[in-house]
């Protein structure tokens, strides 16, 4: 099962991320842009939905011991850690050249100060106050502690199926609402929460298996696109409309529901969509190395020589880092991250079913 719909809505997330990113260059019109597309950021909450739904109809029936727990986190960090640690040591390269070049415009050493914490994929869970060198990577080491956690998921999921995961999801944003009451988020709230991301994360994440539980019981027969697409819309519209984040948590939620059910009943519906997969699918290389494009085209390039000369507007030139990102993230995805993954994650154990499957 290919869930198509969901790499394009990633996709075009990770686009609006990019763009909201790049804007903080521009010369003219950045604080409307940015102050608009700020207002789409709960689309993170989609990846980790979408990432709590994808891991659940994966290994939810997989995870029946220590070893297959083992095996588990060690895909997740061949297939996520080769490029978060590829990019972050980029930073760190640049951090070392600015500080040997005397450049006093940044706290370099500060930045630097975090290289651990992010190698270590840990800087999301409040080791750090600021979002520092590869700052987009909270979001990886957000995943990595859902990957963490996933066996509570599982244990919900065997206890009472998924009223049993609805009351731990249940329970876990309580907490999180106790500790937003509380001060501990310095965004104030853990719906916007980034440096201390992980627990907002996790929070998507279970619903994301909820969604998978409603859909692998199927009890709710949606065979059209329609409704995903109208309640994806809504939480768009509830994005804009800076409605309470609950409402537009629900709508996500809604949305990815309906959209997974109709593509289940009906999997060939998305085969229109089957040409663009090459692209789509680098939705994660284009989140991770667009700030790299940020800094090589707007940081050097744009604020050095391009910008002050006025030989072009920034808003055709802002077509330039985009595209090479996206050009980045596929070759990358093709030539780095599977092979690097590949050395983390070993070979690959034959499952004792495959012969007999093959000669039926």
Same mark, same amino acid.
């Given at each position: 099962?290919?869930?198509?719909?969901?790499?394009?809505?990633?996709?075009?997330?990770?686009?609006?991320?990019?763009?909201?990113?790049?804007?903080?260059?521009?010369?003219?019109?950045?604080?409307?842009?940015?102050?608009?597309?700020?207002?789409?950021?709960?689309?993170?909450?989609?990846?980790?939905?979408?990432?709590?739904?994808?891991?659940?109809?994966?290994?939810?029936?997989?995870?029946?011991?220590?070893?297959?727990?083992?095996?588990?986190? @060690? =895909?997740?960090?061949?297939?996520?850690?080769?490029?978060?640690?590829?990019?972050?040591?980029?930073?760190?390269?640049?951090?070392?050249?600015?500080?040997?070049?005397?450049?006093?415009?940044?706290?370099?050493?500060?930045?630097?100060?975090?290289?651990?914490?992010?190698?270590?994929?840990?800087?999301?869970?409040?080791?750090?106050?600021?979002?520092?060198?590869?700052?987009?990577? %909270?979001?990886?080491?957000?995943?990595?502690?859902?990957?963490?956690?996933?066996?509570?998921?599982?244990?919900?999921? @065997?206890?009472?199926?998924?009223?049993?995961?609805?009351?731990?999801?249940?329970? %876990?944003?309580?907490?999180?609402?106790?500790?937003?009451?509380?001060?501990?988020?310095?965004?104030?709230?853990?719906?916007?929460?980034?440096?201390?991301?992980?627990?907002?994360?996790?929070?998507?994440?279970?619903?994301?298996?909820?969604?998978?539980?409603?859909?692998?019981? =199927?009890?709710?027969?949606?065979?059209?696109?329609?409704?995903?697409?109208?309640?994806?819309?809504?939480?768009?519209?509830?994005?804009?409309?800076?409605?309470?984040?609950?409402?537009?948590?629900?709508?996500?939620?809604?949305?990815?529901?309906?959209?997974?059910?109709?593509?289940?009943?009906?999997?060939?519906?998305?085969?229109?969509?089957?040409?663009?997969?090459?692209?789509?699918?680098?939705?994660?290389?284009?989140?991770? %190395?667009?700030?790299?494009?940020?800094?090589?085209?707007?940081?050097?390039?744009?604020?050095?020589?391009?910008?002050?000369?006025?030989?072009?507007?920034?808003?055709?030139?802002?077509?330039?880092?985009?595209?090479?990102?996206?050009?980045?993230?596929?070759?990358?995805?093709?030539?780095?991250?599977?092979?690097?993954?590949?050395?983390?994650?070993?070979?690959?154990? =034959? =499952?004792?079913?495959?012969?007999?499957?093959?000669?039926?």
């Amino acid at each position: 099962m290919y869930f198509r719909l969901f790499d394009c809505w990633r996709f075009v997330a990770a686009i609006l991320i990019m763009a909201y990113h790049f804007l903080y260059t521009a010369p003219y019109g950045a604080a409307a842009g940015t102050e608009f597309l700020g207002r789409l950021l709960p689309l993170l909450d989609m990846f980790f939905m979408i990432s709590g739904f994808f891991i659940t109809t994966r290994y939810g029936g997989e995870l029946r011991g220590v070893a297959d727990y083992r095996g588990f986190v @060690r =895909r997740r960090i061949a297939r996520l850690y080769p490029l978060h640690a590829i990019v972050t040591l980029f930073f760190v390269a640049v951090a070392v050249a600015a500080m040997l070049a005397g450049a006093d415009n940044y706290p370099w050493a500060r930045e630097l100060e975090a290289a651990p914490l992010h190698l270590l994929a840990v800087h999301a869970l409040g080791a750090t106050d600021h979002l520092a060198l590869n700052y987009v990577s %909270w979001s990886v080491s957000a995943e990595f502690f859902c990957y963490a956690a996933f066996p509570l998921i599982v244990v919900a999921m @065997r206890w009472k199926g998924l009223p049993g995961l609805c009351l731990f999801t249940a329970c %876990w944003i309580a907490g999180l609402e106790l500790a937003s009451r509380w001060g501990v988020f310095p965004s104030g709230h853990w719906t916007t929460a980034d440096t201390m991301g992980a627990y907002r994360a996790f929070a998507d994440f279970c619903i994301g298996a909820c969604i998978a539980s409603i859909v692998a019981g =199927r009890s709710l027969d949606v065979r059209s696109h329609v409704p995903g697409l109208v309640l994806l819309a809504a939480a768009v519209g509830a994005m804009i409309g800076q409605l309470p984040a609950y409402l537009v948590l629900a709508l996500l939620a809604g949305s990815l529901t309906a959209t997974a059910l109709a593509e289940t009943a009906r999997p060939h519906s998305t085969n229109a969509l089957r040409f663009a997969m090459p692209v789509t699918r680098v939705s994660f290389g284009i989140y991770l %190395w667009h700030p790299v494009m940020e800094f090589v085209f707007l940081t050097v390039i744009w604020d050095r020589w391009v910008g002050p000369a006025g030989i072009v507007d920034f808003y055709v030139f802002w077509l330039l880092p985009m595209a090479a990102t996206l050009a980045v993230a596929m070759l990358s995805d093709r030539y780095l991250e599977k092979r690097f993954g590949a050395l983390i994650a070993g070979p690959r154990p =034959r =499952r004792t079913g495959e012969p007999r499957l093959a000669s039926a």
